[in-house]
């Protein structure tokens, strides 16, 4: 694949419920879908959490996929913030952070940035359809009928 990627991730939380939903979507430099994913997370403390298992999961996929040259943008500017501070993070989801860190120092030319729930759909939409799951779902190719309007939303909405 050629040209830069692009990994959008959100996390879904409900404090009573204890658990949380990821989602996210990769596409192209055409904001064509590539891969998309839609986990139930358990023994979620808060929505940064949530969000931060978000980060940690497209970072697997952009992994497992072998693909470089990709953005991951996250709504949640204070995510972004600690994963990409010099600083190690002692804070009691410091672990997970550093996790990322690590995945990020494994991977050839990925950057994390901040964008905005306008230009989200995808990713948010994928995370509240993981919160309600009860199975991991994962998607390539195909993006799954659920998001087909979001996705096209979002691509054309996406701020540069």
């Known amino acids: 694949m050629s040209g830069l990627l692009c990994m959008n991730v959100d996390g879904a939380y409900v404090s009573s ?12 430099e055409k904001g064509e879908f590539i891969a998309g994913i839609a986990y139930r997370v358990p023994n979620v403390s808060s929505a940064y959490h949530a969000e931060l298992l978000a980060i940690k999961s497209g970072l ?7 693909v470089s040259n990709v953005a991951l ?3 949640c500017l204070e995510t972004v913030k600690v994963v990409t501070a010099k600083d190690q993070d002692f804070s ?3 672990i997970i952070v550093e996790e990322i860190k690590e995945l990020l120092g ?3 030319s990925i950057g994390i940035h901040h964008t905005y ?7 948010h939409r994928l995370a509240g359809f993981g919160f309600d799951s009860d199975i991991h ?5 195909q993006a799954p009928e659920c998001v087909l309007d979001a996705l096209q939303y979002d691509c054309n909405h996406i701020i540069h």
């Open 73 to 75: 943008m996250s709504d």
């Open 137 to 141: 779902m994962e998607w390539f190719s």
């Open 117 to 123: 729930r306008t230009t989200n759909h995808v990713a």
């Open 106 to 108: 494994d991977l050839l």
């Open 92 to 94: 009691t989801l410091g």
């Open 17 to 28: 419920l204890q658990h949380g939903g990821i989602g996210g979507v990769l596409r192209n």
């Open 60 to 66: 697997q996929l952009i992994q497992a996929l072998g």
